[in-house]
């Protein structure tokens, strides 16, 4: 087959298929909010009848609302800032220095990724609910600190970097840590961006967690609270679907931004050279 | 002591939320566990894995086999139509277009929606009300009002749910595995007089093994995963226990029944069943990788 603009017009109108199929669930969504209070939703809203009031309707009539919203935001920051930190840490002295052990470490923290969530979780649950953290944010940030994927990303950026970089710091009279915060870590603005963006993603969507820790309709993260919404006699259709879209709306954001980021992470533990 | 310093936090986090729970859901699923102090009762040795792979011919005991049976259903229902979904999308993708980034941010855009969300939207795309399955309802004279309510259709459902979710992932991965095709051997392809589908077939597919393995493996271990979906969309063991997914078992049998030692010998399996896959992809890779 030639380049000619049949081909053309012919692989455009593929990717517009392929794109109203992947977007319809986003579209429906979108429209089906908008459709005011009705009991028998349709694909394409009444354009006279479009009501945007819904998505303030949302907060009004779910005090909640805000708070999920909140409590999402505080601790999917808490975690991506913690994951950075202990990573960088981490993952530092496995990238430049030499020491016995090391590969043990290296494994140690490797392997952290071949224990699936799931199969931990109630020994977890029993902790928080043993230490009394049911309804706080250390319940619901802290089992999640530590990442096996964020310290082998950021040893891989650390390793890049040529050594020769470090005498020359420590000439100048930089410490060792000084050295991790103030040259390192800006120079690996790309692997740090990857990670950040992964965390807060993963983080935001969790769903599972928090719904064993929180038993408090107060302290329910977004993804918990819009499911609960949902069977709440309150809930009508355009209402559910408003509530949605308010919670998705941040990750959207994100990806528009970050997406090159993600891509670039997540793609580098799929593909060997 | 330096470098055990700088990694002291990571390592007393893995011990103390990945390693010591891993190591105490072991040890519970010896035992009979008080529902209030948490603490092991009475030891019972094998007991639970008996009941759960039904070696032990006791009632409930198929219960648990119908439901890993169920995930491989499951697992077989949402990988081949995630795999070709997004390797569709990403040959799509491929086109020298000027507005190809935009369809590739499309294709990408199911990665920031959280499953949560994902399964709330098709649950009222499901629903009789939005009436968008009435018709196969009728086809298939369901006596159920919405797909989710029938034995035969409910596992398919989420299913179709899963897949979408998943699509923004996968077409990352596959669109990335064909950028990484080599152009010369496009190029001595076309010399050789190969071309559109002959060029698929004999260059691109197999020069895309590795990343299809890498996809068909995740892909497998998130659906023995799964969770979420089966919570929001269905919220129960399913129509005839249809969609009683290994993990929505284990949810059932530790936030239900608090049975923690049972639930606690379902996780070891779960782990087991999930690094076997693991493992089996180290295999076949090395062997993809150097042949």
Known sequence: MTNGPLRRTFVYALLGIASLAVLFPLLFCLSVSLQGDTVAPRVFPDLGRIDWRVFGDVFRKEHNMLRWILNSFVVAAAVTLGQVIVSALAAYPLATLRFPGKNLFFFFFLGSMMIPWESTIIPNYLTIASLHWKDSYQGLILPFLASGFGIFLLRQSFMTLPKELYEAAVIEGCGRTRYLFSILLPLSRPALATLAIYAFLSTWNQYYWPLLVIDDPAWRTAQVGITAFRSTEIASFNLQMAANLVVMAPTIVILGFGQKQLVAGLTSGALKG | ?291
Not at chain 2, 22 to 28: D, G
Not at chain 2, 111 to 130: D, R
Not at chain 2, 170 to 194: H, K, M, T, V, W
Request: glycine share 6%; aromatic share 14%; proline share 4%.
């Open chain 2, 1 to 291: 002591m330096v470098p055990l310093l700088y990694m002291s936090p990571a390592i007393v986090l893995f011990i103390a939320f990945t390693y010591a729970p891993f190591v105490r859901a072991i040890s519970l699923s010896f035992f009979t566990v008080n529902r209030n102090t948490f603490q092991p009762a009475r030891f019972v040795g094998l007991d639970y894995y008996k009941r759960i792979l039904d070696l032990g011919g006791s009632p409930f005991g198929s219960m648990y086999l119908h439901s890993l049976l169920t995930t491989i259903e499951f697992a077989l229902m949402v990988v081949p139509p995630s795999l070709i979904a997004a390797l569709a999308l990403a040959v799509l993708a491929q086109a020298k277009l000027k507005s190809i980034g935009l369809f590739r941010s499309i294709f990408t855009s199911t990665i920031a929606i959280s499953v949560a969300s994902a399964a709330v939207i098709w649950s009222l795309i499901f629903s009789p009300n939005a009436r968008l399955f009435q018709g196969l309802i009728e086809l298939l004279h369901l006596n159920a009002t919405s797909v989710l309510t029938d034995s035969r259709t409910a596992l398919p459902a989420v299913a179709l749910t899963t897949v979408w979710t998943g699509l923004g992932f996968n077409f990352i991965i596959a669109l990335a595995g064909l950028q990484a095709i080599p152009r010369d051997l496009y190029e001595s392809a076309l010399i050789d007089g190969a071309e559109g589908w002959k060029t698929f077939r004999y260059v691109t597919l197999p020069m895309l093994g590795p990343t299809l393995l890498f996809l068909l493996i995740m892909t497998s271990i998130s659906c023995f995963e799964a969770f979420t979906q089966f919570k929001v969309l269905i919220d129960s063991v399913g129509p005839d226990q249809s969609t009683n997914v290994f993990v929505y078992s284990i949810f059932d049998s530790f936030w239900m029944e608090n049975n923690y030692g049972l639930a606690s010998a379902m996780s070891v399996i779960l782990f087991l069943a999930i690094l076997g896959m693991t493992l089996v992809q180290f295999r076949l890779d090395a062997k993809v990788h150097y042949q």
